[in-house]
Every structure is written in C-alpha cells, then in structure tokens.
C-alpha cells in the first residue's frame, strides 16, 4: 500500500487548507484511516481518523470544531478539510491507514505552516 499525501502550505492565521491522501496498491481491507501530525521538537500526535464500515470519526481535542475528516471509498482518497488555522497547527501532517493483520502504512508527510 502507498500513501501520499498533497494540499499542504503556508497559510495566514484563520485561513483554510485541504490535504488529501490517495492510497494505491493493495488498498482492500484498510478499515481505519487517519492523519497524524509532528511539530518541530514534538512527538507525533493523532489529528483525527476514520473508520469502515460506518465512517465513524474521532478528533483531537485541539482540532474539533475545525477540520473535518472525510473518505472516498471509491476513490481511494480521504481528506482533512482544515478551517479556523492556527500557529500551533503548523506541522507535517501524515496520512495513515491500517489494514488489520498486515499492519500500518504512513505517507511522507506534506508540511502545513500557518503564519501569524
């Protein structure tokens, strides 16, 4: 399975960004999907996830009421709408999957940088 994700950039503080991640390869049974973030000097932290069937969602604490997590079955494709940014959001982002017995996928990682 690969991952890779796109969307990310420099943005003002309050402005909005879109990253997306396009899983190819063996793509069947990735029931839960998500995105990750990792700041400078920090540990990785989960953003928020997805999961089949159902499209069941959780987010962070920090992140609810502002980014949406949404997932294209069809496509393959799943989304971070991010509205409302802030500084502290500025982080390369990661998209993940996890396909039962074979384990975890990460992409590389799209950078997101919110300026004040």
């Known amino acids: 399975v690969q991952l890779v994700e796109s969307g990310g950039g420099l943005v003002q503080v309050g402005g909005s960004l879109r990253l997306s991640c396009a899983a190819s390869?063996?793509?069947?049974?990735?029931?839960?999907m998500g995105w990750y973030r990792q700041a400078p000097g920090k540990q990785r932290e989960l953003v928020a996830t997805?999961?089949?069937?159902?499209?069941?969602?959780n987010y962070a604490d920090s992140v609810k009421g502002r980014f949406t997590i949404s997932r294209d079955n069809a496509k393959n494709t799943m989304s971070l709408q991010m509205n409302s940014l802030k500084p502290e959001d500025t982080a390369v982002y990661y998209c993940?999957?996890?396909?039962?017995?074979?384990?975890?996928?990460w992409g590389q990682g799209t950078q997101v940088t919110v300026s004040s």
């Open positions: 993940y999957g996890h396909a039962g017995l074979r384990g975890g996928y």
């Open positions: 390869g063996s793509t069947f049974g990735i029931s839960v």
């Open positions: 997805i999961i089949e069937p159902g499209s069941s969602t």
